[in-house]
C-alpha cells in the first residue's frame, strides 16, 4: 500500500469547514484512498473513501487531485464532536490477502476549538 | 451508533482468569473481525472471520481465543493473559472479507481490559 503524508495537527474553528490534507504521491492505479478518524477513547469511525473522482457523504466530502497524488478532506461546518484523530490511507483492490487489512499511520489530531 | 456493539466496556482481570468479550453486529454484514489497539502503537489486526469461518489468524498467542457461532456474533476468550496484554481490544465488521468493501468496516466502541 501507497505511503501516505499527514500534517500532525491542525486547529479549525467551530462551524467553519475543516480541510485536512493528504499526500499519496506514489499512490499506484487500484489504490483507493481511505479516510477513517478515531475519537478519543472510542473505536475508529469510516468517513469515506474514493479512487478518482470526488466524493460526497453525509459526513465529508473527499477531493482528489487529478494526478491523484493528493487529496483533501473536507468537513464542511465543524463541530466540537469533530475532534479526533484523521487517518488517511491508500489501500489496494489487487485482491489477495491484502483484502481487510487496516493499517494506521500517525494520522492528524484535528481540534475544534468554540 | 455504528452498529456494532462490545461488551463489556470496561474489563479488569487477574492473569489467572478466563473471561470472554463479546461482539455483536446488526448491520447483516459477513465479515468480522478483532482488532487490539495498545498505547502508543498502531492498530493490529488480531482475527479475521468470514462467514463465520476464520481466514486470518496473525500470529496471535494461544491465550487469545476467537469464536464466531453466527455472523451476528463473534466473541474472544481470554485466559492466563499478561500485563502486556493490557488494550483496547475493538471488533468491527464489514459488507464482505474478499472484495474492496472489506476496508469500509465499521467499529464497536471496544472493550478497555486491564491485565493486573
Known amino acids: 500500500d501507497a505511503k501516505t503524508t499527514q500534517p500532525p495537527s491542525m486547529d479549525c474553528a467551530e462551524g467553519r469547514a475543516a480541510n485536512l490534507p493528504c499526500n499519496h504521491s506514489?499512490?499506484?492505479?487500484?489504490?483507493?484512498v481511505y479516510w477513517y478518524r478515531q475519537i478519543h477513547s472510542q473505536g475508529p469511525q469510516y468517513i469515506i473513501h474514493g479512487l478518482k473522482n470526488n466524493e460526497t457523504n453525509e459526513m465529508a466530502s473527499l477531493i482528489i487531485t487529478e494526478d491523484r497524488k493528493s487529496s483533501t478532506l473536507i468537513l464542511p461546518h465543524a463541530t466540537l464532536r469533530d475532534t479526533a484523530v484523521y487517518y488517511c490511507i491508500a489501500l489496494t483492490n489487487a485482491g489477495g490477502t491484502s483484502y481487510g487489512k487496516l493499517t494506521f499511520g500517525q494520522g492528524t489530531i484535528l481540534t475544534v476549538h468554540p | 451508533e455504528t452498529g456494532v456493539t462490545q461488551t463489556p466496556r470496561h474489563l479488569v482481570m487477574g492473569m489467572t482468569n478466563k473471561k470472554s468479550l463479546k461482539c455483536e453486529q446488526h448491520?447483516?454484514?459477513?465479515?468480522m473481525y478483532w482488532y487490539k489497539q495498545s498505547a502508543k502503537k498502531p492498530l493490529e489486526l488480531m482475527f479475521v472471520?468470514?462467514?463465520?469461518?476464520?481466514?486470518e489468524n496473525n500470529s496471535v498467542p494461544s491465550r487469545f481465543s476467537p469464536e464466531c457461532p453466527n455472523s451476528s456474533h463473534l466473541f474472544l476468550h481470554l485466559h492466563t493473559l499478561q500485563p502486556e496484554d493490557s488494550a483496547l481490544y475493538l471488533c468491527?465488521?464489514?459488507?464482505?472479507?474478499?472484495?474492496?468493501?472489506?476496508?469500509?468496516?465499521?467499529f464497536g466502541p471496544g472493550t478497555r481490559l486491564t491485565v493486573t
Open positions: 506514489t499512490i499506484s492505479g487500484n489504490e483507493y
Open positions: 468491527a465488521s464489514s459488507q464482505d472479507y474478499s472484495t474492496i468493501s472489506s476496508y469500509e468496516q465499521y
Open positions: 472471520y468470514s462467514l463465520e469461518e476464520r481466514v
Open positions: 448491520l447483516g454484514h459477513n465479515a
